[in-house]
């Protein structure tokens, strides 16, 4: 097979998009434009990638770090064909077929790459230009067909006249190269237009003017591919197609989504005959079961969930939730919170950094950190781990079937035994055996006819 | 008044939208579209009805209790006719006229019923198809009118000619029929069609043959009869219809409701001048009273709330909340929570299984389970009624105007009487006499020059 | 410059909004309609404003109260041109220019307004009417424009002939009058209509009558003048385009808004790359600065809030927030908090008229009432001020760097001095000098062999 190789258009900054950040971190449902377009190459095969950076290079290259690509500085801002020019040194390292895409405009897909790729080789193109319909064409380049619908040109908004302007067909501003035709037309771009830029756009001219050099177009069936954002307004009409497109997805596959405000993130899968209830956000490399009930207002962050789960009102981050587990509403799970199967987690409850036991019930009011609960324990009504000394974290260990009074504090590092119960109000500040009881209370006294203008005279 | 029986089919699974439930009870806003449909035929005043039912009908004769209807078992899916034959014994009892409609079209309303009935029954006709014009016939079966605007036939969409497609009237797939009419054709409908199935719409043409037969159609001003759900897709559009349905009425009552993010169920009732906040969710048999704001992020279900109550980021289950009560944000009332007039509940709170008396104010971060509480309690933050003892849950009383301190633990069962005082921290084992003070607190020491390295020396 | 004076139309009642409120208060994005006219007209220079009130003045009068309007009141519901009569002696008193607008037409804008107003002077007009193209015309008075496009007159809809109909510039209910010919013509107007009013519409045709009196329309730009509220389903399409109008004007501004649920009030003002997530409400003169991450799920009503907050899931009212703190979730920040920089709240804690120094953490399950907290202070989780002693509040302090144990209870008045530290589960109930440490604790005992059927036996 012959080499392909990419190459993404990354260097834009985001003055009019007003923000500090590089135009292509800008993010569609929760990931940045730049993710959704190299996630598309990696799966259409392509292996070597080099992306051209510019502004605030650093904060790409950090996001681009599980993509093992190269990165090459466009230092100023010259224009699309003076950034390929960056990436020279792979192109003719790579030869073969080059692939170059816009970083910024997250919807082309495998599927359109492949194909125009395969119309690229068998037509054995200098260049194949990727077009696609759309009924608002203002903006864009349109593309030019002569006899026998062949591609003859591209033509700027600018320049067209009243009838090209109708041509509804235009150019998404990526392309499939053959390297060396690309190599040999880069060197002859200028920059003598409007802008001062060497434009990309213009290699197609300058490949058109060889004789027997292969010029083509591949109109993909996906609309969306052209769509960038200049604008806030648009990024947010990217996502909410994004959002849309998701969602439908998830529908095809027997979820059920109810009204009109959770936003699922590209990477979450989610079983069959689960409901998510309004506002629900789902983020990350989340998994949830089938017949889970999401929401409402519960927002998950890289979870692993189970089936059958309740999650009403949870904020969950990094956490795994097995079977059957209900929580809520008004819960956190940070960090690194596992929940057995048919744990109850009620309402107020935190949990971070903890292993709870099947069947454990953490009704309210409680905080459980730094803990290894065993299953089938209680806690009560205001239970705390105090597991931070001001220095340090402590853990806390709980044996299964243990009794956690209301109010109860747990001063970590300490051990509540198996079958052990601790007496409601104690400050549990020492080991307690499986079986005992743990109990730090003094007495309790009555004052009678004590009457109003109460919490003073007991001072 | 001749007899009306009612055949609603609902033996269709749930394949296509890929659900382990029935199809008819797949749900909109909050109730299962066979519940709809269900409660459009008993408001027609049509007292006896046969329900077709299928796989997993144990989980539809569930949800059908309430509504007394006689179940058939459609063993094997063979099509529509031949779920109307399970009911045979049904036509044969009751003759007259029979109304079959299907269990997943949801908004089939009274009056369409009621009107397609009259006209049936002043015509004379041995079936009378309910139709309805729509501006996108493509999938439903084309309306057959000849002179005198007469009803000649259905045309599946399969079989029409290109000028029948350009039909807009279509067949909503709910009929009335004289009882004896069809039960002279269904023997005769036969399966030599592409599915192999027994359609009811043949008995229309089987009864056309018949001479001196009445076919009738009475088209429906409800376009949205037609509506059912082959997909998830579809499913969620008929919840969007359903939801803007039922905010239309509430603003029409004079409800303010902001935004797009609420979703209030069918059964909601709710008076003039209150105001419905984003994110509200109110499901079940919920009245509540004028001049309230509901919301945001309020889940309400199946409660009776009063004039003039807020409920400010609020889940409350089969709660009674009366007059002038302010609760929220962030609380939790669960079953069997009455909250008298002029209750203040703050943030973090839960009650559950308690009845809080007029203007007592639980302010922050507490519990309070099976509990009768007078009315002017003030309790303090982090209070707890303890009301498990890993065994049995018990009651805890508290009298007119008690004074409960910060984090008190009330142990269960126990009685703090009217005018009572427990002092802040303190764990209520016994009973407290009314007017005096509660107080379990040992000495306070102070330890100079500790420094640092907090908790860790204290133990 | 010559004197301008306005009068709003304000009298209207709420009937058919079926609300016990004068129409002009009902909201659009947090705000009576009449208070969005009121600022556009203070916006535009004019600096004397008439508002005619009628049924539950004293509701509009105390929303006027920093408008400094006069208040004339419509005591019988008589028409729009006896409304502006009740404010005769206004006129006479000022004569100059007299703007006339409605107040429940919220979108009326300054440049309409002076626009119209340089129109008006230069033709010397008697009248200039407001005038907009819609695409729906229908129910609005027509203009009629004569030869050289002048305006001939206003024709209401009843009286349109078909071709009438058709036009699409429509009256705006607000006009520029010089106050002299409006003082001439309104004693002439009369209530001989079907309505039994007295029009102000008709005031044009009458000064039309009038030789060399020069009668203009000025059309603004601003499609959106037109509209007011009829009906509840009216107010919320008003909602919903102010909703859009003012997140369009933050995007632009550099904000991302994501998702379709949150909504913004009029004055809030945001800094760029701040991240406003989804079902985020953001009401009164709230300020955000840059970089902030406010929701999902987050209420804030006139709070000031610094650079890089995040604050999630929280409700913040009238408190600032300086830059870096981290909020949330589920967090409530109540009037008169002041959060210092690089403050941490976690959740399930309540901030209430307190100050909070730089860096102290308050990581869960706490409630802060009237305290001045240090900097660098570490509160552990269930800590608790006892600011109320069931008849007065009383404040707490606390110094920089102390330490205050899981579950305390601060029973103020009371002092904990710097770098002092509070065991866990102690009530403090007198001051606690710098750098000790104070305990209020029982002996912890242990009886083995407790096993089942825990707290009771404890009591």
Redesign the interface.
């Known amino acids: 097979m012959a080499k392909k190789t990419c190459i993404v258009l990354a260097a834009g900054d985001g003055k009019r998009?007003?923000?500090?950040?590089p135009k292509v971190l800008?993010?569609v449902a929760f990931e940045p434009m730049l993710v959704w377009v190299l996630d598309s190459v990696k799966a259409s095969g392509i292996k070597r990638i080099g992306v051209i950076i510019g502004n605030n290079a650093e904060l790409i290259e950090k996001r681009l770090e599980k993509y093992k690509c190269e990165t090459f500085l466009q230092a100023e801002r010259k224009g699309t064909g003076h950034a390929v020019m960056q990436a020279e040194s792979l192109l003719r390292e790579r030869q073969g077929d080059v692939l170059v895409v816009c970083g910024d405009a997250p919807f082309m897909d495998e599927e359109t790459i492949n194909g125009a790729y395969e119309l690229h080789k068998s037509q054995g193109n200098a260049v194949t230009v990727i077009t696609a319909e759309t009924p608002a064409p203002t903006g864009y380049g349109r593309i030019l067909r002569g006899k026998g619908d062949r591609v003859i040109g591209i033509i700027e908004e600018a320049d067209c006249t009243d009838k090209q302007r109708e041509i509804t067909e235009v150019n998404s501003g990526a392309y499939w190269f053959n390297a060396g035709s690309l190599l040999d037309v880069l060197p002859k771009l200028d920059n003598d237009n409007k802008s001062g830029e060497y434009y990309l756009t213009d290699t197609v001219e300058l490949l058109a003017e060889r004789a027997g050099t292969g010029i083509g177009a591949y109109k993909t069936a996906n609309g969306n591919v052209t769509l960038g954002a200049n604008?806030?307004?648009a990024?947010?009409l990217l996502?909410?197609i994004a959002?849309e497109m998701i969602i439908?997805s998830h529908?095809?596959?027997?979820?059920?989504?109810?009204?009109?405000?959770s936003?699922i993130g590209r990477s979450a899968v989610i079983g069959?005959?689960t409901l998510i209830?309004?506002?629900t956000?789902i983020k990350g490399e989340t998994v949830i079961g089938s017949g889970c009930v999401i929401g409402?207002?519960t927002?998950i962050d890289s979870c692993e969930i189970g089936k059958n789960v309740t999650l009403?009102?949870v904020?969950a981050y990094e956490s795994v939730i097995e079977d059957n587990v209900k929580a809520g509403?008004?819960v956190?799970l940070r960090p690194k919170t596992v929940l057995g199967k048919d744990v109850k987690i009620?309402?107020?409850v935190?949990v971070k950094n903890s292993s709870i036991g099947e069947k454990t019930a953490i009704a309210?009011?409680?905080?459980i950190g730094d803990s290894d609960v065993g299953g089938g324990v209680?806690f009560?009504?205001?239970s705390?781990?105090?597991n931070?000394?001001?220095?340090k974290k402590h853990r806390t260990v709980i044996g299964d079937n243990a009794?956690i009074?209301?109010?109860t504090?747990l001063?970590a590092p300490v051990k509540v035994g198996a079958?052990?119960?601790t007496?409601?109000?104690?400050?549990?500040?020492?080991d307690?055996?499986d079986?005992?009881?743990?109990?730090?209370?003094?007495?309790?006294?009555?004052?009678?006819?004590?009457?109003?203008?109460?919490?003073?005279?007991?001072?």
């Open positions: 998009l007003k923000t500090e950040k800008m993010e604008s806030r307004r990024l947010r996502n909410k959002a439908d529908l095809d596959n027997g979820v059920d989504i109810i009204g009109e405000s936003i069959k005959d209830m309004p506002n956000i409402p207002n927002l009403n009102n904020q509403p008004f956190h009620g309402d107020f935190e309210h009011l409680t905080y209680n009560g009504c205001g705390v781990t105090a931070y000394d001001g220095v009794f009074g209301c109010n504090n001063i079958d052990a119960t007496a409601a109000g104690s400050t549990i500040t020492r307690v055996p079986g005992s009881l743990a109990i730090e209370r003094a007495q309790m006294n009555i004052k009678e006819n004590w009457g109003r203008n109460y919490e003073r005279k007991d001072k």
